[in-house]
């Protein structure tokens, strides 16, 4: 069991970082979320007017900018253990946000168009009671299909653009 966990540590601790970078996100999102419809009053199936529209935007902002900051320094830490550290911080952090911003988009974008759509096709779970609230189911189906995309997009650009390990070239890599 040890040496498996050796064999595969880089890719189990990213899934248990990213699986909590996602908690810290959601429970960002949704907190947001939550407050902007009830201080505008709107209605738990409102996924299209631009009074929704903002309060998503405004809530997919903070909520990549919360992620982005506990992954960034988790990952560094430990995930990425072999990469070169000669690499200054601020750059690393750069680098990493850069290619955060590129997942942000697909994370917008697919959550957005994805609880439009189910809403659409599926009305009744745009309303479901639980907790003493109402949820939108088709938002938090969304939400994971968005984070199943983006966590693979992510590792990917971690992994090759920003904690390349010392001596890594891409182009030259040994067959």
Known sequence: MKRLFEKYREIIMYLLFGVLTT??????????????????GLEVDDTSSGTYVAGYTVAQIIQWMAAVLFAFFTN???????????????????????????TFFIDYLVTLFAAMGAAALI???TSVSSFGREWNLC???????????????NYVISKIFVFKNKGQDISHSKE
């Open 23 to 40: 908690a810290v996100g959601w429970i960002v999102y949704f907190a947001l979320l939550w407050a902007w419809k009830a201080a505008f």
């Open 76 to 102: 560094r830490k430990w995930v990425f253990t072999d990469a070169d550290r000669d690499v200054s911080l601020p750059l690393q952090l750069v680098k990493f946000a850069g290619g955060r911003v590129v």
């Open 123 to 125: 009305p009744a779970l």
């Open 139 to 153: 938002e938090i189906g969304a939400k994971i299909l968005a984070a199943a995309i983006v966590i693979i997009c």
